[in-house]
């Protein structure tokens, strides 16, 4: 099934910004929203320039204002006359060791990556059951599968909050008429990985953007991207006793 019109949040850099890139290049309509809404009206020129038949809707949004999500929601639908597929997507990145005294580093990422991930769901499901059905992407990461220490165990946590919602949510809708897909994604060059500092394994904007993309257009159930080496290491990451998962952080 061809999902024509396709609502990302965080699509404003990295990887909502990639995939609003691959989709409109395949001719899909899309309503993108973030923050920053100069970095937004930029994507939609370049977008639409590139792809002058595709229609690009654009609005600010903060996803940690709860009241704003299904007011947003509503408004890039309306616009473009409906939405069949929603990719929950906006993310922060930030954190610090538990006990060092940043508790609000930690509670900004469990409130944007969990409880907002949870508010854009909710508003996602509704809008589905009044269409008849569509098609929810949870981005998740890799981080999901295990704890680690340090900087990344608040968003370890809250990603793995994400991909439970996610399992739970495919085992209400296994018979339809909603198709749920949790994606995993290992390190993908982004502005979040870039000041994580991270490089094990990376892959560029590119190549992860193009395995994510592959991933959502099959509708799988739950994916680990790029496959490879992601999807192997999963399976050792989830039985990795915790001494062994620093290399992760």
Request: proline content about 5%; some cysteine.
């Amino acid at each position: 099934m061809t999902r024509q019109k396709i609502l990302i949040t965080g699509a404003s850099s990295g990887l909502g910004a990639g995939m609003a890139r691959a989709f409109a290049a395949k001719g899909r309509d899309l309503a993108l929203c973030a923050r920053r809404i100069d970095r937004l009206d930029e994507l939609k020129a370049e977008l639409l320039e590139r792809h002058p038949g595709i229609e690009v809707a654009v609005a600010a949004l903060d996803v940690n204002d709860h009241d704003q999500v299904p007011k947003v929601f509503g408004e890039l639908a309306d616009e473009l006359g409906g939405i069949d597929r929603i990719i929950v997507n906006a993310g922060v990145g930030k954190g610090a060791p538990l006990g060092s005294g940043k508790l609000w580093a930690n509670k900004a990422t469990i409130e944007t990556n969990l409880v907002a991930a949870l508010v854009q769901i909710e508003t996602a499901l509704e809008m589905f059951k009044e269409s008849g059905g569509g098609h929810l992407v949870l981005i998740s990461s890799v981080l999901a599968n295990l704890g680690v220490p340090g900087v990344k165990a608040a968003y370890a946590a809250s990603k793995a909050g994400v991909s439970s919602l996610g399992e739970s949510l495919r085992a209400e809708y296994a018979r339809g008429p909603i198709k749920v897909t949790v994606l995993e994604p290992g390190y993908i060059e982004s502005e979040m990985t870039a000041k994580s500092g991270s490089t094990m394994l990376m892959v560029d904007n590119e190549t992860g953007v193009r395995a994510l993309v592959a991933v959502i257009e099959r509708e799988s159930g739950r994916a680990a991207v790029p496959w490879w080496p992601w999807a192997p290491l999963v399976q050792l990451m989830r039985v990795l006793p915790p001494r062994l998962t620093k290399p992760f952080a």
